[in-house]
């Protein structure tokens, strides 16, 4: 079993291909400097969310408490990881060409026969 240790998650790059599946710095979503720290610390983050890795540092205690929502992010890190939250957190919308979360299905039903044309001959 190998022991995960700070300097081994930061060499590590943190993807996220269910969400990204380009990567963060061709989604359009996040600057150079923010897709760069998101590879840079995604691996440390999630390891110290998951409880694999416990904070050391007064840095990655602050970083810990940040990504948890107990503080506001104050580094660009921390502010990274934030909007990264807020972008796979948001709430889905429907489509217009098919039925969706908000869709009315009293639109488009065929039991209304007010609506029929009639032609005669």
């Avoid at 983050?45 to 990655?60: C, H, R």
């Avoid at 990881?81 to 009293?106: C, E, L, N, T």
């Avoid at 488009?108 to 044309?117: K, R, V």
Wanted: hydrophobic fraction near 35%.
């Amino acid at each position: 079993m190998t022991i995960i240790t700070r300097e081994l998650l930061l060499k590590k790059p943190f993807n996220d291909f269910r969400n990204y599946p380009y990567g963060f710095a061709r989604s359009g979503d996040f600057s150079i400097r923010e897709s760069d720290a998101l590879t840079h610390y995604g691996c440390l983050i999630t390891a110290m969310l998951n409880g694999e890795f416990k904070p050391t540092s007064q840095e990655d205690i602050d970083l810990l408490a940040a990504a948890k929502g107990e503080q506001a992010p104050a580094t660009p890190v921390e502010k990274a990881w934030a909007k990264y939250q807020a972008r796979i957190h948001r709430p889905k919308v429907a489509s217009m060409y098919g039925k969706g979360k908000f869709a009315d299905d009293s639109l488009g039903s065929s039991s209304d026969t007010e609506d029929d044309l009639i032609v005669e001959d």
